[in-house]
């Protein structure tokens, strides 16, 4: 997709980006179903829990028709059509668990995979654009969007904690629909010297960001730490940093190399991007280059918005040139925001990963009978890793702290 237009006779704008006026990147309205053809496809994408359960759906899988992906037309029939097989991939590969993982996705499932995934421009695997953004409807169209009206079109193992989590994380997104709105407000009001307005856009984006933390904080509420540790999680990694898939997965049909993807990870999200572009946080080295990486689990157009937003001329140095103070004032509390949401997020991983996993060593070098212990039986090679494969309470703190280096300077 090619770069929007940045000079000053083109207005920058959300229209070219695939991003709703209501929704932010939330895909409006998706499907509950495919044709009729792909029945065969919905059929067990909307069982991968329960057949995981019956260690039944790597079968059922290979007994599946080769069916052609030519038939789905439209945005919507791929993105629920790109939903419904990777939900189907994460169940065959991980049923067993980090002991008996596949080598090879079997052509059935793999070469419609593949196809999809080139036609939408994301990678064939469960991501944050399947899971989230493209996986909800409401029990009651007319109804509010929030927890208690919401539904998964298509879920993983783990229950009533799935549902929570990727829900919440949802509900984070529609947080951040006026801040995504700001934006352009933001670019174009540096452009042509409006300090009013790009002070108040900014002051409506510290205020989305607190929202986010906010709709972040049902996490604890809706989500059971020893669920998400000991089950969920081994099903949304993925076969890069993997030590359980070190060779990667093989897409039979696609071609005889084994290939390796992360897996879903919230870096996959296009909004903390987004912020750090405008508000001009930097990220160093590893960390950097991971984010970057990330963006390739994105939509497209998504990414597109991320790499336009930072082609822009810098917003940090427009409020330190103009010595505003309101202006100062709204840019500092939009960083301070940025950092009490990555803050909390640090204490949500701390509670879902490090602290389970401190008790599940504890429980193995107890060597008690551990059948009832659910975070036991977690996969012990992610036992420090997010479900992207990055080291994650290292990675996360980097990133919280160089997010600090946006402040502007103390002056006197």
Known sequence: MAAVETDSKAPFSLDSYHVSEELGFILPEPLKDLPPYYKPWMDIALRVPELVQSHE??????????????????????????????????????QEGENDTVETLPC??????????????????????DGVLANWRKRDPEGPFDMENLELLVSLPGGDSVRGFFLVTLLVELAAVPALRSIPTVVNGVGCGDTEAVARALENISQSMEDMTDALKLMQVHVEPAVFYGIMRIYLS???????????????????EAMEYSGGSAAQSSLLHCFDELLGVKHEEKSGAFLTRMRNYMPPAHKQL??????????????????????????QL????????????INVVSRFITVPAARARQLRDQSRDLEEEMISRAPTALEERGTGGSGIMTFLKTVRDQTKDAFLPETN
């Open 57 to 94: 759906l790597r079968s059922h899988i290979n007994q599946m028709p080769m069916l052609s992906s030519k038939f789905l037309q439209k945005h919507r029939e791929l993105r629920l059509a790109h939903l419904a097989l990777s939900a189907m991939t994460m169940g065959y590969v991980w």
């Open 108 to 129: 059935n499932l793999a070469v419609p995979f593949w196809e999809v995934s080139q036609r939408l421009g994301l990678p064939p695997i469960f991501t944050h654009a």
């Open 238 to 256: 993925g076969w890069k940093d993997n030590p359980s898939m070190p060779k990667g997965l093989v897409y039979e049909g696609v071609q005889t």
């Open 306 to 331: 991320i790499q336009d937003i930072s082609l822009q001329p810098s917003l940090r140095s427009f409020v330190q040139q103009q010595a505003d103070e309101r202006l100062s004032q709204a840019f």
């Open 334 to 345: 939009c960083v301070t925001r940025l950092l009490t949401l990555r803050s909390y997020h």
